[in-house]
């Protein structure tokens, strides 16, 4: 598993409650906590990612060369990937703060690989192998 050591349930629970504990004081104090997306591009073309909110309204347009990452923060709503002409070629639901195992509590971010046309959200396992190493 990496650098991930294995969870039992009653961590995940813990972790779990944390963010729910989080995400109740930051809205008494009247600020939403942000929410990261890691994007990794694993096709061989440059695409930009744009990222919408529910009434459908653009919040953040990333660029992401090949094989790089970019991080944007996200919300509920819906992530558009196009390629170098415009056109859109993937398009997926995205849902925060997600489940365990898509949702890296520690670091408040989730991750998605951008792959033959599709925006797939991946292990934490997986997306943090694309994070630049801290020494």
């Avoid at 990261?36 to 061989?44: A, D, E, I, R, T």
């Avoid at 991750?111 to 991946?122: A, Q, T």
């Amino acid at each position: 598993m990496g650098c991930v050591p294995p969870t039992s349930p009653a961590s995940s629970l813990v972790k779990v409650l944390r963010l729910i504990a989080f995400l109740l004081v930051a809205q008494l104090n009247g600020c939403v906590p942000k929410i990261y997306g890691v994007f990794h591009n694993s096709l061989p073309y440059s695409v930009t990612v744009t990222l919408l909110n529910p009434r459908e309204q653009p919040y953040c347009s990333i660029r992401i060369p090949s094989g790089t990452v970019r991080r944007c923060d996200v919300q509920y709503g819906t992530a558009l990937v196009a390629d170098q002409t415009g056109k859109i070629i993937a398009k997926t639901v995205i849902v925060q703060p997600g489940t365990g195992r898509y949702f890296d509590f520690d670091r408040k971010q989730c991750y998605f690989d951008i792959k033959s046309s599709r925006l797939v959200p991946v292990a934490i396992s997986e997306g943090i192998r694309w994070l630049p190493r801290q020494e």
